[in-house]
């Protein structure tokens, strides 16, 4: 079976998102759809394996000053290269009240999302359904930002609630060492919230239970707020599923 996380040195989640299985009976082919932590880290041999995998088009779903502080894709214009923010209120996740109901929290950013950014999440849809070279969207762990359009480019395929879910909740893998980063980073600093770097299934189960209270369901959610077509459906299945 393919590997669905890929090593890198500096990079921690990193993952192809190819063998999830459509209703349909197809599954996402491997090798064209990757969701990441920030590019910004890569150099040297993490550089090298990034290049092995001949990626045409990156989306950065940081704010601007946030690539410009961190760093985009190294040789950005060798690549099809997006930065679509698709949140638009930021927050501090190291400075969240430990009292406060985490999943509950962060399901609460993800619905300010959900309708701040609504523009910026149906470029990246329509981009990834479009180019038909290998691509990777990425925001800073790989956690939050990339795993909402995660999930919702897999709810376009018809792919199952429970392994959408299942994909968000592989990010726990990477928790440790993202947050040995942020100490990394910070040094003097306090890491107030005991959650910060965890993206567990029961966060994205409230993000879609709280999209099917508004829309029906997430798909009603792509199609009447996000302005989805079913064009772009087609395109976005034809593009990522294989028999």
């Known amino acids: 079976m393919t590997s669905r996380h ?17 209703a349909d009976g197809r599954t996402v082919a491997w090798g064209t759809l990757y969701r990441a932590d920030s590019l910004g880290k890569l150099q040297g041999a993490d550089w090298e394996r990034f290049l092995a995998l001949d990626i045409r088009t990156v989306i950065d ?8 502080a961190k ?10 290269y997006a930065n679509l923010s698709i949140e638009h209120r930021p927050y501090d996740q190291a400075e969240i009240d430990p009292d406060t109901d985490p999943w509950r929290y962060l399901a609460d950013r993800f619905a300010e999302v959900t309708e701040d ?10 981009l990834i359904a ?6 990777v969207f990425h925001c800073t762990s790989g956690k939050d930002r990339t795993g909402l359009i995660a999930a919702l480019v897999l709810t376009l395929l018809d792919v199952p609630e429970e392994e959408i879910l299942a994909d968000f909740a592989l990010t726990e893998l990477a928790t ?14 306090t890491l107030r919230w005991p959650s910060y770097g965890r993206a567990p299934a029961a966060v994205l189960s409230l993000v879609l ?9 997430a798909a009603g959610y792509l199609t ?3 302005g989805i077509t079913p064009a772009t459906v087609d395109r976005l299945r034809t593009r990522l599923l294989t028999p």
Do not use: C, Q
């Not at 760093?71 to 099809?80: C, H, L, Q, S």
């Open 117 to 126: 950014g609504v523009e910026e999440i149906r470029r990246a849809i329509e």
């Open 224 to 226: 009447t707020r996000v």
């Open 209 to 217: 239970a709280d999209l099917k209270a508004r829309y029906g369901s």
């Open 176 to 189: 440790a060492r993202l947050t040995a980063d942020w100490h990394a980073a910070n040094p003097g600093r």
């Open 6 to 22: 890929i090593t890198f040195e500096r990079l921690h989640n990193f993952r192809d998102m190819g063998g999830y299985r459509a």
């Open 61 to 68: 779903l940081r704010y601007p000053w946030e690539a410009d």
């Open 71 to 80: 760093g985009r894709v190294p040789e950005a214009d060798r690549f099809t």
């Open 130 to 135: 479009a180019d038909p070279g290998p691509t």
